[in-house]
């Protein structure tokens, strides 16, 4: 396992994508899509790959820039945080999608699966020599999880949604062993529908997970949310689905801390796990100042102590201009050196 340093620092995953590379005001209409919408682009076809190339660039030197520990692509390849893996499995129809209940209660397009499962290529790992080529940091690359995935689809194939889950989760485990043959140090699965759907979570959540990070060869991350910053204004303060998650295979577990004021001592029930604390509200265009950075961290070690922490955004930096994002980052990191330099003082 990785030797990490007093509190890392670590994107959930995505970062500002840049107006010239995708529009922003049609994608922020919306949930993240489940379907392909090509239509976001706003580069022609045959200088999309260039152009997100260079965007991934600048996600890297902002993070450079600001300090982060563990960098990640900003999911600058990506529409949303699933729709890309999701649609390019055999098995799902994408030119004529389904319907399905998002977690605000309305009907949106999803990926409708009519055949077997199965993953048809590498989708994240042919990127990875890039990523390595410009940076000497630890990698994290980001998959949907099984659990989200079946939640996201309708399901005209399998005899049941647990079965369906059990499908994508293995060919999220044909991804997850590829991106660390690749050279990735980390990979996180994205699953805010276990706290969505709790009932059907505690069927058959934790074995799927389990099945798709099985023979993981390096450190693995569970993300789980209550939806983007941007979308969801009323929080809870308490997971519904959290305590099981000690259970499952992940090493680290990311979860919202500052948006929706959660009860802290929550993390104590995750005594078995590094814990992604959340401490940038993402709703929030006004950028935190290193103090109240440092006051949400030192309430997280009033409840499990630093060797357990990794400090985060609440979730993925996607809907948020670039300016704000990179304000927000490097006082994320600011404020976890005022914490570091009392850890080591005291």
Request: net charge negative.
């Amino acid at each position: 396992m990785i030797d990490y340093p007093i509190l890392p620092v670590s994107l959930v995953g995505s970062y500002a994508q840049p107006d010239w590379l995708i529009d922003k005001s049609r994608l922020g209409q919306r949930l993240p899509p489940r379907v392909i919408l090509n239509e976001l682009w706003k580069p022609a076809p045959q200088d999309l790959e260039e152009a997100q190339n260079d965007a991934t660039l600048i996600a890297l030197s902002d993070q450079h820039r600001a300090g982060v520990d563990i960098v990640t692509d900003g999911e600058m390849r990506r529409e949303s945080y699933s729709n890309r893996f999701a649609n390019s499995l055999l098995g799902v129809d994408i030119d004529n999608p389904g319907e399905a209940i998002d977690r605000t209660g309305k009907a949106v397009p999803v990926p409708r699966v009519t055949g077997q499962i199965q993953r048809r290529e590498t989708v994240e790992a042919p990127y990875i020599n890039f990523l390595k080529a410009h940076t000497d940091k630890l990698i994290k690359i980001t998959l949907p999880g099984p659990f989200t995935m079946a939640q996201q689809a309708q399901n005209d194939y399998y005899a049941s949604p647990a079965e369906l889950a059990m499908a994508y989760a293995e060919a999220v485990n044909e991804e997850v062993r590829d991106l660390f043959a690749a050279g990735v140090d980390i990979v996180q699965l994205d699953e805010p529908y276990v706290q969505a759907r709790p009932e059907a979570a505690r069927e058959y959540a934790v074995a799927a997970i389990d099945k798709a990070l099985a023979g993981a060869s390096g450190p693995t991350v569970l993300h789980v949310c209550f939806g983007y910053g941007k979308h969801v204004e009323n929080k809870p303060e308490g997971y519904a689905f959290l305590s099981e998650l000690d259970a499952c295979t992940a090493n680290e577990i990311s979860i919202e801390c500052a948006q929706p004021r959660l009860k802290m001592d929550l993390l104590t029930q995750l005594p078995n796990k590094k814990v992604h604390v959340g401490v940038l509200d993402l709703r929030d265009t006004n950028v935190e100042s290193p103090e109240l950075v440092a006051q949400r961290i030192r309430a997280a070690l009033k409840e499990i102590p630093a060797s357990q922490i990794v400090v985060a955004p609440d979730c993925g930096m996607k809907y948020l201009s670039r300016d704000v994002a990179f304000g927000k980052l490097a006082n994320m990191v600011a404020g976890r050196d005022l914490v570091r330099k009392e850890i080591v003082s005291s």
